[in-house]
């Protein structure tokens, strides 16, 4: 168990503060929600040690960062955005040498990474000649040498294909029983079935935090489809509709609100994206008001 107090984090350069006054985080997978900005990425720092709060403390388990920094840091896998490897190294050599570095190299523990990452057909190319894609994996891959308690994501699927992405997705649920794993991403949808909880941010403060199921439940505004001709669809309000496609000048269209657009729109089951644009909205609507 993951447990924050009265956790407060300034900004160097500028006036964004995160503010957590309490918050606790189960095992299993956390899907970290937000626009940009809202501090998801100085949050997920925070967790990995990779920063520090002005104010606070975060609990792994009881142990805590003042006492004992080292055995926590043993505990955590951490992907930033952005991360970079080092080009010269061969794939292979780059995970035994970061698993060297955490302490101790497992061969068939590597291996099965590198299958699951799906590296192994490029465990011997130079890092520096690897696609975007498969440097993203090899970056989630480190993540999970020595199988950390505690594991935390920052956009894990960018640059990664539908299939992978899929695929890692699917790793991760399996995997996810024992561990902690909180990752941002702004692909609610994707992460349906497989997440546990949600936490969401917005200006530095949890606005929600609890299981997927409340997520979609208890929302101000449902979610309407139906078709329309171009001129009914160009009178829509243009911050009410989710999706839209078109076929033969008829236009399906995806929509939030309290009652349907027209009377032959049928109400659809809510998704989680559909319930972050409801809750965006709500917010924007109430601050407005306010
Ligand atoms: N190292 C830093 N120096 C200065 N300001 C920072 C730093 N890190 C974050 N910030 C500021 O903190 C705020 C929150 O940024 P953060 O990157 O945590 O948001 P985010 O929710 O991850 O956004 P995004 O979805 O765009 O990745 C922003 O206003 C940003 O300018």
Same mark, same amino acid.
């Given at each position: 168990?993951?447990?924050?107090?009265? *956790?407060?984090?300034?900004?160097?350069?500028?006036?964004?503060?995160?503010?957590? #006054?309490?918050?606790?985080?189960?095992?299993?997978?956390? %899907?970290?929600?937000?626009?940009?900005?809202?501090?998801?990425?100085?949050?997920?720092?925070?967790? $990995?040690?990779?920063?520090? #709060?002005?104010?606070?403390?975060?609990?792994?388990?009881?142990?805590?960062?003042?006492?004992?920094?080292?055995?926590?840091?043993?505990?955590?896998?951490?992907? #930033?955005?952005?991360?970079? &490897?080092?080009?010269?190294?061969?794939?292979?050599?780059? %995970?035994?040498?970061?698993?060297?570095?955490?302490?101790?190299?497992?061969?068939?523990? %590597?291996?099965?990474?590198?299958?699951? +990452?799906?590296?192994?057909?490029?465990?011997?190319?130079? *890092?520096?000649?690897? $696609?975007?894609? *498969?440097?993203?994996?090899?970056?989630? $891959?480190?993540?999970?040498?020595?199988?950390?308690?505690?594991?935390?994501? =920052?956009? #894990? &699927?960018?640059?990664? =294909?539908?299939?992978?992405?899929?695929? +890692?997705?699917?790793?991760?649920? /399996?995997?996810?029983?024992?561990?902690?794993?909180?990752?941002?991403?702004?692909?609610?949808?994707?992460?349906?079935?497989?997440?546990?909880?949600?936490?969401?941010?917005?200006?530095?403060?949890?606005?929600?935090?609890?299981?997927?199921?409340?997520?979609?439940?208890?929302?101000?505004? /449902?979610?309407?489809?139906?078709? &329309?001709?171009?001129?009914? !669809?160009?009178?829509? =309000?243009?911050? *009410?509709?989710?999706?839209?496609?078109?076929?033969?000048?008829?236009? @399906?269209?995806? !929509?939030?609100?309290?009652?349907?657009? $027209?009377?032959?729109?049928?109400?659809?089951? @809510?998704?989680?994206?559909?319930?972050? +644009?409801?809750? !965006?909205? !709500?917010?924007?609507?109430?601050?407005?008001?306010?």
């Amino acid at each position: 168990m993951l447990e924050l107090q009265q *956790i407060l984090w300034r900004s160097a350069g500028s006036e964004f503060q995160l503010r957590i #006054p309490r918050l606790s985080i189960k095992p299993g997978i956390t %899907l970290l929600v937000g626009r940009n900005g809202a501090g998801k990425s100085s949050l997920l720092k925070l967790l $990995a040690t990779a920063q520090f #709060p002005a104010a606070g403390e975060i609990r792994y388990n009881g142990l805590t960062v003042e006492r004992d920094l080292p055995v926590i840091r043993s505990m955590i896998g951490f992907v #930033p955005t952005g991360i970079e &490897l080092y080009d010269e190294m061969k794939a292979a050599k780059l %995970l035994h040498y970061l698993a060297e570095l955490k302490g101790g190299a497992n061969q068939q523990h %590597l291996d099965f990474l590198m299958d699951a +990452f799906h590296i192994t057909p490029f465990k011997t190319k130079k *890092i520096k000649t690897l $696609a975007q894609g *498969i440097r993203q994996r090899i970056a989630l $891959a480190q993540a999970w040498i020595g199988s950390p308690a505690y594991i935390f994501l =920052d956009e #894990p &699927l960018n640059a990664l =294909d539908s299939l992978e992405r899929l695929r +890692f997705i699917r790793f991760m649920a /399996s995997n996810a029983r024992e561990q902690t794993i909180v990752v941002s991403t702004h692909e609610l949808n994707e992460w349906d079935v497989w997440a546990d909880q949600v936490i969401w941010l917005e200006g530095g403060q949890i606005r929600y935090h609890g299981s997927i199921e409340d997520w979609n439940h208890g929302l101000q505004l /449902s979610v309407w489809e139906g078709q &329309l001709d171009s001129v009914a !669809c160009s009178e829509l =309000d243009p911050a *009410i509709i989710l999706h839209m496609r078109s076929e033969d000048r008829v236009y @399906t269209v995806r !929509c939030i609100g309290q009652e349907p657009p $027209a009377a032959h729109f049928t109400k659809q089951t @809510t998704s989680l994206e559909d319930a972050y +644009f409801i809750r !965006c909205r !709500c917010s924007d609507r109430s601050r407005s008001i306010g």
